[in-house]
């Protein structure tokens, strides 16, 4: 696969834990040897991800932090996240890295709600949380209000759900891990059969749409995505998987209201920046 990123020994520096981890995590980060540190990071960046650890928390915080940084300094920003699901990366970093600022979540899956809301209870961020589809985001927030809106890993998980819903499976009350196989077979069939575009473009593009609307002038859109070796094993087409980000770049330039942007050190396998204009 593609590597994620250049190695960056200052991302699991010990600054960094004290920065970005909390105290329980930053114990758990001092108890890993210095090399197997290094051989997780490694891993994470060189091959799909197979293995959880606090080594995974602290890049991907760092990551999101150095990205809010380099586009809006300390400042407080307005950020929402769309299709959060319970991962708790950004508002983790968030919290850290632009403490007072406010974070949206619009997902929608009750249980990962639920999970989401307890893991950031005691963040120095004001939250809130859409429990909708993103789609209907314009029915919940103020066109212009957001400098930042991010998909970290979400892309798959929107595209997934659009899907679903056209053959009437449940991702909304469903436990999001049990329908993965369902999901996967869904995806799988799409690609065999050549309808992913036509399938999933239309609704994707949509919703996008929404989100500039949402986002303040000059706002940045970012996408992430990276690989999980789960859903390899369970069957996720690899070239599919592994190139979501060029794929949607692909859907995206048909839009209007947006242009690419670059951010140096932000591989665009991985990535994509959009700017409202
Ligand atoms: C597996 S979860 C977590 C995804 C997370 N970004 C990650 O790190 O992998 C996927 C989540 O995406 C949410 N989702 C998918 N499409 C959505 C949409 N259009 N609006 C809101 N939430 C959506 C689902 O409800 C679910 O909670």
Redesign the pocket.
Known sequence: MKPLDVIKEHVISDENARKYLNNSEYSEFLSIMPEIRASQMKALIVKPIAQFTVINELYFRTRWAELIHSLYGENQVTLL???????D?IPQALSRSNPGSTYIA????KI??ESLLNRTKDLSIKMLLVD????NLKSHIGSDSVDIIA????VN??I???LCDQVGVD??YSD??DTLPKMIEIIQKQVQEGTLEQNAKPAFLG?VSTLLDILKENGIIAMNHYMFQLDLDWGYPADLFENFMPLVRGWISELSGCKEVYIDKFDSQWWIFLKKQ
């Open positions: 996240e769309v299709a959060s699901g319970d991962a990366m619009a997902n929608m899956n990962l709600n909708d589809d993103a789609a998909f970290q890993h979400g998980d929107v997934q759900a659009i991702t909304i999001w891990m919703l």
